[in-house]
């Protein structure tokens, strides 16, 4: 059994002008200390994703459909109270903002203490010992003394340093963490990601790493979800997707990080841009955008096709396969 099955999900937001749809039937797993990336541009709905895990979505959005099973109950069906000893326990984020998790006004060891004595029965003693070896696992200089220090003493890296120590004190069985270094320096972001995967390697913790950058997901993850207008158009083993894309939009994705020899530039972007989710084309949703559209694309959604554990929502999936399309 998977560590977390989320099966057909769909998170809608309801409006005046009609139910917009973030989620649509959207599948994965994550297996034990497993690691998986979901990619896609800006809007994509990969956090909207990220928060129906969590119960976290914020109003007006609603899970409206699937089962979210996670250590073999269905979060979907949770109470408040059910949810608070997964969320932060049992499942920890990590934002793109340490501040969504800091707080200003209490020390960091005053912070981590009571996130541990929040979920366990433990001293203040035992909790400052758990919560100084977290610090020094994050590579925090001086740990002891920088329990005393407060969130704006600390640069941003070592902000986000002690987020993920954090996110790792209850020992969580799985992490989310939602473009947890964009926020960061270039060099720092590399920094932090390495630690990331490091710990959770160490600590056998499975993850989610929400991210636009495809070069991340290939250096941290294990199986990559491409989510596009809030459905999968593809999904794999990271190693497979990442040298032998097949969904013309992941190869957009691919073809738009910056090249060698070209730092910050970013060539062949995708045309066009994600549309807004009140108007998501007919048919294939990225068929606007896409160079080997034809009028089949237009008539319906594509299914999720299999091709030996790597799957592909496009009807020219065999041509592209083949090197055939045009
Ligand atoms: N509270 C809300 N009300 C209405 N629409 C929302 C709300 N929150 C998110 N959305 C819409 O849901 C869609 C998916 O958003 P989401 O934040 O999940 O995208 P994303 O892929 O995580 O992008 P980003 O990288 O910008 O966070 C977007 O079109 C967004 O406008």
């Known amino acids: 059994m998977p560590l977390l099955d989320v099966r057909d999900l769909v998170v809608e937001f309801p409006t005046r002008h009609g139910t917009l749809t973030a989620v649509d039937s959207v599948s994965f797993t994550v297996d034990k200390g497993e690691r998986l990336g979901i990619v896609g541009e800006s809007g994509a709905g990969k956090s909207v994703a990220a928060f129906a895990i969590l119960n976290l979505l914020s109003r007006p959005g609603r899970i409206g459909g699937g089962s979210i099973t996670f250590e073999g109950r269905d979060l979907t069906k949770l109470n408040r109270q059910q949810m608070r000893s997964v969320r932060g326990n049992r499942i920890s984020m990590i934002f793109q903002d340490p501040m969504m998790t800091l707080n200003p006004v209490l020390t960091i060891g005053t912070q981590m203490v009571e996130t541990l004595k929040a979920h366990r029965d433990i001293s203040d003693a035992e909790a400052k010992r758990i919560a100084i070896a977290r610090l020094g696992e994050v590579k925090i200089p001086s740990p002891e003394n920088r329990m005393a220090s407060y969130p704006h003493e600390l640069s941003g890296g070592m902000r986000q340093r002690v987020v993920i120590a954090i996110a790792l004190l209850t020992e969580p069985a799985l992490i989310i963490a939602d473009e947890p270094t964009t926020a960061l320096d270039v060099t720092i ?27 991340v997901v290939s250096q ?3 199986r990559v979800v491409v989510l596009y207008a809030g459905r999968v158009v593809e999904t794999g083993q990271t190693a497979r997707v990442v040298h032998d894309p097949v969904h013309p939009y992941t190869r957009g994705l691919l073809a738009a990080l910056p090249g060698e020899g070209t730092p910050g530039a970013r060539l062949n972007q995708i045309r066009g841009g994600m549309p807004s989710l009140n108007a998501i084309p007919e048919g294939c949703a990225f068929h606007p955008r896409c160079d080997f559209v034809q009028d089949r694309c237009r008539a319906a959604v594509p299914p999720l096709d299999d091709f030996d554990g790597h799957r592909v929502r496009c009807v020219r999936a065999d041509d592209l396969i083949a090197g055939a399309a045009a």
């Open 220 to 222: 941290v993850t294990q």
């Open 189 to 215: 972001q590399a920094e932090i990601m390495s630690l990331m995967l490091a710990l959770c390697k160490t600590h056998g913790v499975g993850l989610i790493l929400i991210t636009h950058d495809l070069a």
